[in-house]
């Protein structure tokens, strides 16, 4: 099962607790897949998700007890599956579901962000288990929310943000899109959401990621040190014999013969290693000054 699939699945299973809550909640749903008929004879939700459809009806049938309400089926005509339908009958209260989603407490009217922190939360729930979708965190780190409706995404977006993140908006094949790139913060999201089991497979995974990351990088970076060490040695071994071909190395001051001899000697020996076998030992940057000096002889004698 995709992780994506297994997040929604648990969070269809989280029912707030406040009513508020299960007011914005249903919000986000009516939002992105919910409208009123024309003459307001009735009501409808839609989802693909019979899983969110009984959860869609669930917090109908528990904010809303008088209201007639059923549940709707039809087959996709674009896909596979099924579309299912809330739909709440009769003008009365379809009107007055209607005006109850529309009537909350918010921060800004005209943007429809809703005042209070746990309600922001369910609203985002429902809007990720509407037009929602993350990433296998073994592949990328990727959370997004889509949708054709302007007015949604902002909101969507500025409700987010609301809680402390920052998330991005793009436009993507006539769709608006709502995205976290940030693992840190899609962490942060998933808690808020209420998806805690996948909050833990998602850390489990960013957590080996990582370390296998660090290993490459560590695998990596020796193998260039290595690399330079020995492409350095090579150079060093040509400078010694290109001097020897033109006159015995025993000519050389006796520090410059004990390096030029070492290094011959032993053609996989680092500087450091090298520095420990002369008499007295030097360090690192001692022979590569005695190195320097070679060169520099090389170069006198116009090799």
Known sequence: MRFSTRTKRELAHVIPENRCCRIAELSAFYDFN???????????????????????????????????????????????N????????????AQFVHETLLHQKYIDKSLRVLADPCCRRAYVRGAFLSHGSITNPSKTYHLEIFTDKSKVARKVHLTINSLGLESKMTVRKGNIIVYLKNAEQIVTLLNLMGAHNALLKFESIRV????????????????????????????????????????????????????????????????????????????????????????????????
């Open 34 to 80: 919910g409208y009123l008929m024309r003459n307001g004879s009735y009501l409808d939700i839609n989802h693909f998700s019979p899983l969110v459809t009984r959860k869609i009806f669930s917090i109908i049938k528990d904010l809303f007890p008088q209201a007639p309400t059923q549940i709707l089926t039809k087959r996709a005509q674009l896909r596979k």
């Open 208 to 303: 080996l990621k990582d370390m296998r990351n660090q290993v490459n990088r560590l695998v990596n970076c020796e193998t260039a040190n290595v690399d330079k060490t020995v492409q350095a040695a090579i150079r060093q071994i040509e400078t010694v014999k290109s001097i020897e071909a033109h006159m015995p190395l025993s000519d050389l001051p006796p520090k410059l013969y004990e390096i030029a001899r070492l290094r011959i000697e032993n053609p996989y020996a680092t500087l450091k290693e090298l520095g420990a076998m002369t008499r007295p030992p030097i360090s690192k940057s001692g022979v590569n000054y005695r190195f320097s000096q070679l060169i520099r002889i090389s170069e006198k004698l116009g090799l």
């Open 82 to 93: 099924q579309i299912c339908t809330v739909r709440v009958l009769t003008k009365e209260h």
